[in-house]
């Protein structure tokens, strides 16, 4: 295991740095010949020691039976850590949602499914971000007088820019869906789904309220809000998906269910409270499912 452990820590250090030095050349700050063939030299041996390590795991797991596919995704899972992979998936289905949302197309939402939105309370704050940075990038453009560094921070501000367009446009087209069957998929953007049984739920009803925490919060008789904190082993614990300081929705399950938190964590709740622009509309959907 210490080959794999070398590789966590080779990615987890070169990574940042051959960033650092794709910014430097966009940014056109010209770096001496011995560090960019030093940095790619580490580059390289970093990807080496990767396919050492992941043929190695990749071997073992078909060995021990696994398919091909299984075996590529165990390999890739003791080598990657589990909050790297969901940063990353998180932001290419964000990036998806953007053409989905130019497209005007939902994502999960098929014929006879009732969706219904979310993004009321925050979008007039997305779009006063979105306002802000783009303010700050004309102003900096006039205020920075080095071009190398002016460079660098327009690729941060077009980059922050379009991070938080697409973190709205998959809230937008990633809606909350209730099914004709009466299952219900609670979601938030790319961060967060969960689809909970039509034989789970035992009560849902319009409760609006405004609980302080960060996106995804537990309470009740265990511990931990957020993406971090709390051991999520509670069956009585109550998970509130907030969206604007507010959530809307209560709904009461006859058995705890497991979820994942937004960085990989599971967790188990059998009260959930969540938002929706139009909550009577959600609890009588899924109070009256259709006839099958």
Not at 125 to 134: A, D, E, H, I, K
Not at 255 to 263: A, I, N, T
Not at 271 to 290: E, G, K, N, Y
Request: aromatic fraction near 6%; charged fraction near 20%.
């Amino acid at each position: 295991m210490s080959a794999v452990r070398a590789a966590r820590f080779a990615v987890a250090a070169v990574i940042p740095g051959e960033l650092l030095l794709v910014l430097c050349v966009v940014s056109g700050v010209r770096l001496p010949g011995w560090a960019v063939a030093a940095a790619e030299v580490l580059v390289l041996g970093v990807l080496l020691l990767e396919a050492r390590v992941l043929c190695s795991l990749y071997a073992a797991a078909r060995a021990r039976g696994a398919t091909p596919a299984g075996a590529r995704r165990e390999a890739v899972r003791a080598v990657v850590p589990v909050a790297v992979r969901r940063l990353l998936l998180h932001e290419l289905r964000a990036a998806a949602s953007l053409g989905r949302w130019v497209l005007r197309r939902e994502h999960g939402v098929r014929p006879g499914d009732v969706a219904a939105a979310y993004t009321g309370p925050q979008t007039a704050m997305m779009y006063g971000l979105v306002f802000v940075s783009v303010v700050e990038t004309v102003a900096l453009a006039f205020l920075i007088p080095w071009p190398a560094v002016h460079r660098a921070v327009l690729v941060l501000d077009v980059y922050g820019v379009l991070l938080m367009l697409a973190m709205h446009a998959a809230c937008v087209t990633r809606p909350h869906v209730v099914r004709p069957d009466g299952s219900l998929r609670i979601r938030y953007g790319a961060l967060f789904d969960l689809t909970v049984p039509a034989d789970a739920v035992a009560s849902v009803r319009v409760d609006r309220r405004y609980p302080e925490g960060r996106l995804v919060k537990l309470s009740g008789d265990g511990k931990g809000d957020g993406i971090a904190g709390g051991d999520g082993t509670g069956d009585g614990q109550v998970l509130d998906l907030i969206v604007g300081s507010q959530t809307t929705v209560t709904l009461e399950l006859n058995r705890p269910l497991e979820f994942r938190r937004p960085l990989g964590a599971r967790a188990r709740a059998r009260t959930i409270r969540f938002h929706a622009d139009d909550p009577r509309a959600l609890v009588t959907a899924l109070r009256q499912p259709a006839p099958p």
